[in-house]
């Protein structure tokens, strides 16, 4: 996709780069925040996405029926409030790569995870272990101990953590397989994000399927990071289930509607076990209010409660302009963008640097985030991107010690929905002033 791109290091190529780009009135769909009066360079999608215009005029239309309708808003309309859920199925469809009935958004990300491993986590004296990285996003760790103590087991023996090797910031795919392979007959789950936050590496995630089920375990992903990001195949690849939050990449707002993905043979089985609610009972004899669970034959059957009506409004226009611009346009405008940062960043001279890019340089092992790891002026840096209108993200250093002063990393998103290749080159050339100083 960039190999037939040969970049240019000034704002007149990243201009002409923005009047080819097919997907730039998407832009136009979004509020861009500012700051001093001007738009911000807004680079945080990979912790907040933007606010689609849409979204607010369909929460207004969710409280008008409200008012007008009152109870009976349940059963009128277009999407009435017990089939709203069913609203954003079809673009999650193409955005996760599943079926219709693998798919169903409720609660949040780590409230699904619990759900997920109350379902698919089932150790037993010989078989009870996890896998899963080191590094891992805090809400997984958690999760994960908890349910290990929960299930009367040690997380000091029955969790097993890959990390990089000595003197690496990234985790190689043939290190997860051979821990997998290693600890096959005694791992009861895999647990992996598709994406590291931290380094933004994107795992191989078919590779790690097929050699997790090779040894008869469970293989869950969570997709925070991955998902509106980068292409998945989630039922091709054979994921056995995976949860995403909508507010990065997605931009469905703050703390919004979490996605599962249930693969079909464990979805349609009404008899697999899971933590049962109302909103699960099989729809057709629902309001029978009958004891004795009957699940929904379908990813639905894990429903709890019914969904958030206002909270949930702004997931349609959200996945509504995913759908329109498509996850492959999408992709291929992202790949550009990170590839004309980097190449630019790359152009500074090394021994001005105070940065280094850990980021994959594969386009296929990372999404839209890079990171970089700065020195001890990184927080500085920082401050003096945030000054000039730059909105990123600050995260202390996590890694390996990587020398003395090491201070921590800069995230970056340019996400192709609504950022420009002019962002691009501003942000580099604010970099690049900062290190020539």
């Given at each position: 996709m960039?190999?037939q791109i040969r970049?240019e290091g000034n704002?007149?190529?990243?201009?002409?780069m923005?009047?080819?780009?097919?997907?730039?009135?998407?832009?136009?769909q979004?509020?861009?925040?500012?700051?001093e009066?001007?738009d911000?360079?807004?680079f945080?999608g990979?912790?907040?996405?933007l606010?689609p215009?849409e979204a607010a005029g369909l929460?207004e239309n969710?409280?008008?029926?409200?008012r007008?309708?009152?109870?009976?808003?349940h059963f009128k309309g277009?999407?009435?409030w017990?089939q709203?859920?069913?609203?954003v199925?079809?673009p999650?469809m193409d955005?996760?790569g599943?079926?219709?009935e693998e798919?169903i958004?409720?609660n949040?990300?780590?409230v699904?995870?619990h759900?997920?491993?109350?379902?698919?986590?089932?150790?037993?004296k010989?078989?009870?272990?996890i896998?899963?990285e080191?590094g891992a996003?805090?809400s997984?760790q958690?999760?994960?101990?908890?349910?290990v103590?929960?299930?009367g087991?040690d997380p000091?023996?029955?969790?097993?953590?890959?990390?990089p090797?000595?003197g690496?910031t990234?985790?190689s795919?043939d290190?997860i397989k051979?821990?997998?392979?290693?600890?096959?007959d005694r791992?009861a789950?895999?647990?992996?994000?598709?994406?590291?936050?931290?380094t933004?590496?994107?795992l191989d995630?078919a590779?790690?399927?097929?050699?997790t089920?090779e040894?008869?375990?469970?293989?869950?992903?969570d997709?925070?990071?991955?998902?509106?990001?980068v292409?998945?195949?989630l039922?091709?690849?054979g994921v056995?289930?995976a949860?995403?939050?909508?507010y990065?990449?997605?931009n469905?707002g703050p703390?919004?509607?979490g996605?599962v993905?249930i693969h079909k043979?464990?979805?349609?089985?009404?008899?697999?076990?899971r933590?049962?609610g109302?909103y699960?009972?099989?729809?057709?004899?629902?309001?029978?209010?009958?004891k004795?669970?009957?699940a929904?034959?379908t990813?639905?059957?894990?429903?709890?409660?019914?969904a958030?009506?206002l909270?949930?409004?702004?997931?349609i226009?959200?996945?509504?302009?995913?759908q329109?611009?498509?996850?492959e346009r999408?992709?291929n405008?992202?790949?550009r963008?990170?590839s004309y940062?980097t190449?630019?960043l790359?152009s500074?001279?090394a021994?001005e640097r105070v940065?280094e890019?850990?980021?994959?340089r594969?386009?296929?092992a990372r999404g839209?985030?890079?990171?970089l790891?700065t020195?001890h002026q990184?927080?500085?840096?920082?401050?003096?991107?945030s000054?000039r209108?730059?909105?990123?993200d600050?995260r202390?250093?996590n890694l390996?010690?990587?020398?003395?002063?090491?201070?921590g990393?800069i995230?970056?998103a340019?996400t192709?929905?609504?950022?420009?290749?002019?962002e691009v080159y501003?942000?580099?050339d604010?970099?690049?002033s900062f290190?020539?100083?």
């Open positions: 960039t190999d970049f704002k007149t190529f990243a201009l002409e923005d009047s080819k780009d097919e997907l730039r009135n998407f832009r136009n979004y509020h861009i925040p500012k700051k009066g001007k911000a360079i807004y945080c990979n912790s907040l996405g606010q215009k929460v969710e409280m008008n029926r409200w007008d309708l009152g109870v009976e808003g277009e999407w009435p017990t709203y859920h069913k609203a199925v079809h999650a955005i996760v599943a079926k219709e798919i958004h409720m949040t990300l780590t699904n995870l759900l997920l491993m109350a379902s698919f986590y089932k150790p037993t010989d078989r009870h272990l896998i899963m080191a996003f805090p997984d958690y999760v994960v101990e908890s349910q103590r929960m299930h087991f000091e023996t029955s969790i097993v953590e890959v990390s090797v000595d690496e990234l985790i795919t290190q051979e821990l997998i392979r290693k600890n096959g791992t789950l895999v647990l992996f994000g598709g994406i590291q936050y931290f933004g590496q994107c995630m590779e790690i399927s097929k050699v089920h040894t008869g375990a469970f293989l869950g992903l997709l925070a990071h991955a998902v509106g990001n292409p998945l195949k039922h091709e690849w056995d289930f949860a995403w939050c909508t990065k990449y997605l469905s703390g919004a509607i996605g993905y043979k464990y979805a349609t089985d009404p008899t697999f076990p933590l049962a109302w699960g009972y099989n729809a057709a004899t629902r309001f029978l209010m009958q004795k669970f009957q929904t034959p990813a639905e059957g894990w429903q709890l409660s019914n958030p009506i909270s949930f409004a702004p997931l226009a959200s996945h509504t302009l995913f329109q611009a498509g996850m999408l992709r405008k992202s790949v963008l990170t940062l190449y630019l790359d500074i001279p021994k940065f890019i850990i980021t994959p594969e386009s296929s839209a985030q890079l990171s790891f020195d990184g927080k500085a840096l920082f401050q003096y991107l000054e209108g730059v909105v990123c600050w202390e250093n390996t010690e990587k020398g003395v002063g090491a201070a990393v995230r970056v340019p192709p929905m609504y950022n420009t290749f002019e501003q942000f580099a604010y970099v690049s290190c020539g100083r």
